[in-house]
């Protein structure tokens, strides 16, 4: 097997630069909420606690710094030893990995699978139900307009419109249950390739198109070799190298969307982690007030970007092993 080399360790470069950009980010956050809830801390502090703010106070003068920069540095502390983005990322990052220890009823683990289970179910019915209806409608006018039509769809609207016939009119998926029914991940799959595989198949009815005008096809024809296998032997084989690019292209489609998807159907992947990052709570004089849960938070970007990663480089082998172009000796 032909492994490319230069191109993983190009994929490997870009994902490395997003973990750092990640990071840095996590690292500003950190600071700017912690000087927030430092701000918020002292005048509630300053009220409740009179003794204990003298305290900060008198520290603070001694070291000729305000009584807000003092407990700002004093909350970082518990978090970096220095006052620098990156450290503080880092020290971010940590604490939202204690913070993941330390709530066993929050399952990182079982997100993660379901995640990766249904994106890799509905990328394989994506690309094989694409494929079929590309070839076998080869040249087709209405897969263009079909295609055209579902890339403008957002998934979340597809998701209701399923809900809405299949639980309210036609009562086949239940509603309202905590323990979330077998039928939700099928149609949240069925969402996913309705959506994509049009595109796939415009694909490849017009690339197949293209491909079988070439001079090879005639002489296969004329040593009446089957259309079926022309097609799925010699049009197919050709044309999946640039398939695979775009299936690279469509993951992060897919990935982006199933989030919605999980949100909507309460599947319980890394989207329902990512909407339970953000809090909601009812306070009777404010109504509904939303907290940031940072360390849920990163800790669901930190794990998308490694999946991206993964498949990534998985593309980049499968383009290696495609293309007889691609050697172990790139230049």
Not at 53 to 71: D, H, Q
Not at 154 to 166: K, R
Not at 259 to 278: E, Q
Request: glycine share 6%; aromatic share 12%; no cysteine.
């Amino acid at each position: 097997m032909k492994v490319p080399w230069r191109g993983l360790s190009k994929i490997m470069g870009i994902y490395l630069v997003a973990v750092l950009v990640t990071i840095i980010i996590a690292g500003a956050a950190g600071a700017k909420l912690a000087k927030n809830y430092a701000s918020e801390a002292l005048g509630y502090i300053k009220a409740t606690n009179p003794e204990f703010y003298n305290t900060l106070k008198e520290n603070a003068t001694k070291m000729g710094i305000s009584v807000e920069e003092y407990y700002y540095r004093l909350i970082l502390s518990r978090v970096s030893k220095s006052d620098n983005v990156l450290s503080i990322g880092i020290g971010m990052l940590k604490k939202s990995r204690e913070y993941l220890h330390n709530t066993p009823n929050l399952n990182i683990g079982e997100a993660v699978k379901v995640t990766i289970i249904i994106i890799s179910i509905s990328l394989i019915l994506i690309v094989l139900s694409g494929v079929y209806i590309g070839l076998k409608f080869r040249g087709s006018k209405s897969i263009d307009i079909i295609s055209r039509f579902f890339v403008g769809i957002p998934s979340w609207w597809l998701g209701t419109i399923f809900i809405i016939i299949l639980a309210v009119k036609l009562n086949l998926i239940p509603l309202g249950n905590a323990k979330i029914s077998p039928s939700y991940y099928i149609f949240a799959i069925l969402v996913l390739v309705f959506i994509h595989a049009w595109e796939i198949a415009s694909y490849v009815s017009h690339e197949s198109i293209k491909e079988l005008k070439q001079p090879y096809i005639n002489a296969e024809k004329a040593k009446g070799v089957p259309e079926n296998i022309i097609l799925w032997r010699h049009v197919l084989k050709n044309i999946s190298i640039a398939l695979s690019s775009i299936t690279f292209q469509k993951f992060s489609d897919i990935f982006i969307d199933f989030i919605a998807v999980d949100v909507l159907f309460g599947l319980g992947g890394l989207g329902s982690l990512l909407k339970w990052s953000f809090i909601r709570e009812i306070d009777p004089p404010y109504g509904i007030v939303v907290q940031f849960n940072y360390h849920l938070f990163f800790v669901v970007t930190f794990i998308m970007i490694l999946l991206f990663m993964a498949f990534s480089m998985g593309i980049e082998v499968i383009k290696g092993i495609l293309d007889p172009r691609v050697s172990t000796n790139e230049r």
